[in-house]
């Protein structure tokens, strides 16, 4: 069976304008088949050349299909499975950037260069002291962006004209502004020209953006099948969900009307929002989305289910997790009740998606940290807007405690946890050490104590005291003590019918 390449794809030869820093399923799934559709959609005419930033791995499954693969997405829309499967032509070539580096400067230089995404995780927007302008490249992915950007302008004379549009995809708080910040401390560091410190401030723009998009990434097990059925063989294939969201704030250095007119994607029908402030929809997505797993998936697993589409499909947890957010999260946000209300609708389909098992236990991880970052400002700014506790937020306290009620360690991927009981059932309670500490020390004493402590921790709620929410304490305790002996199911059963 023959290799899939541009003679199967039909690719059309364009111009790079876009280099992405990473060759992982997210940015392919998500970035380049983005650029894809306005190529087919628009007159854009932009390749996309990606980076391999670190030392490990290579580039051969690209080079061999000359950078073409496929993408299936699949989802639940308006209450049918959706499948897409597309050939995605926007990747015109894949460089090493420390095996190939003259290759990836010659790109990072060249004339029609205008964009860089990039997802280096978490930890790849980082300054580091110890890295050596001389290296070639340096190792840090802000080190390398420095001194591409240095030999961009030394090429250019500091043409304006010359400066980039950055839109980094990391999923930290304001990544463009961090990236930007990065890069001017290896410009001192590095003791690079005033005209080259200039012309970064002011003739390249830091976007920050916000991404969207659950990608479970290569199909193990149907590649093979898959294949056969497309009469190809594609070793890069991606999967991802049909939902995407790309939010894109403007920086100082560029107006709305100018990012909108240079990435065209509004005009493709894409799902992307440029605006001057993405805080937002970050806010929206993370107490919405993220806070709803949160808030509901701890519940649902000592209710006796273990994934998300079967905690859709038990009528209790739908209605729990349902009038968690139309009734408590969506009225302390910061967006339109409309707008909301038709993500919460987005992200109840997400849930619903037949083509994802997402395990509660894997997004019980670090349960605690998450309640804090995910559900905490809604319960605060509810309590403080109607002068009451939100019934089922509140409930999500107790039922994480009752998650974690445990004495018992054992040991896990060499790390240890605690092992609750789940009608008999052995789980894993996996968390950070202090955390799993206090609940092996606390969670065994009566409902009260153990209420007491784990409110009054402030260490789990970013400083406050939860004790002194009226009524929460007492709240908490009744349900702790009806969850012991009842069981989840009878005590949520008969929270979401009162």
């Known amino acids: 069976m023959q290799r899939l390449n541009k003679s199967i794809t039909h690719a059309v030869d364009r111009p790079v304008k876009v280099m992405q820093f990473g060759e992982g399923n997210f940015l392919r799934a998500f970035v380049d088949y983005i650029f894809d ?87 790849g927007i980082v300054f580091d002291a110890t890295d050596d302008f001389n290296a070639c490249p340096p190792k840090t992915y802000p080190g390398k962006l420095t001194k591409l950007l240095f030999e961009r302008y030394k090429k250019f004379n500091g043409a304006a004209d010359k400066g980039l549009i950055l839109l980094p995809c990391e999923l930290i708080a304001d990544n463009g502004i961090e990236l930007k910040k990065c890069i001017m401390q290896f410009i001192d560091l590095w003791k690079l020209e005033d005209g080259f410190k200039t012309w970064v401030n002011e003739c390249c723009s830091f976007c920050p953006t916000l991404v969207d998009r659950i990608v479970p990434g290569y199909p193990r097990e149907d590649a093979e099948a898959l294949c056969k059925e497309w ?50 929809y970050k806010e929206r997505k993370v107490r919405i989305l993220n806070g709803s797993h949160t808030s509901f998936v701890l519940a649902s697993f000592l209710a006796g289910n273990n994934i998300v589409r079967e905690s859709m499909d038990d009528p209790t947890i739908r209605q729990y997790m349902e009038e968690t957010l139309y009734n408590e999260v969506i009225p302390t946000l910061s ?17 619903l998606n037949p083509f994802v098992k997402h395990q509660l236990l894997d997004i019980s991880l670090n349960s605690v940290s998450k309640w804090e970052a995910r559900c905490l400002p809604s319960f605060l700014g509810y309590v403080n807007k109607f002068n009451k506790l939100p019934k089922y937020l509140t409930f999500s306290i107790a039922a994480l405690m009752s998650f974690y009620t445990s004495q018992t360690e054992a040991e896990f991927n060499g790390g240890i946890v605690l092992q609750g009981d789940r009608n008999g059932e052995k789980y894993n309670i996996r968390d950070d050490k202090a955390v799993l500490d206090f609940f092996k020390e606390n969670s065994a004493k009566s409902a009260a104590e153990f209420t007491h402590a784990y409110l009054s921790n402030t260490a789990f709620f970013g400083g406050e005291d939860l004790t002194k929410v009226a009524g929460l304490e007492e709240a908490i305790t009744n349900y702790i003590d009806d969850i012991r002996n009842r069981g989840m199911r009878a005590v949520v059963t008969d929270l979401v019918n009162a």
């Open 231 to 280: 009469g190809y063989e594609d070793q890069l294939i991606d999967r991802a969900e049909t939902f995407g969201l790309w939010v894109v704030e403007a920086d100082t250095n560029i107006t709305l009307d100018q990012l909108k007119k240079e990435l065209p994607f509004e005009e493709a029908g894409l799902n992307v929002v440029f605006t001057k402030d993405h805080h937002p």
């Open 335 to 351: 967006l339109s009740k409309e707008d909301c209300e038709e993500f919460t609708k987005a992200v109840i389909d997400r849930f």
């Open 37 to 123: 559709v306005t190529n087919e959609k628009t007159d854009f005419n932009g390749g996309v050349v990606i980076v391999k930033p670190i030392e490990f791995g290579n580039l051969d499954r690209f080079h061999d299909q000359e950078c073409q693969y496929t993408l299936q997405l699949r989802g639940y829309e308006n209450g049918q499975p959706k499948e897409i499967t597309r050939q995605i032509t926007s990747v015109v070539d894949a460089v090493a950037a420390i095996e190939d580096y003259e290759k990836f400067m010659e790109y990072g230089t060249s004339e029609t260069l205008r964009f860089i995404v990039s997802n280096t995780t978490e930890a």
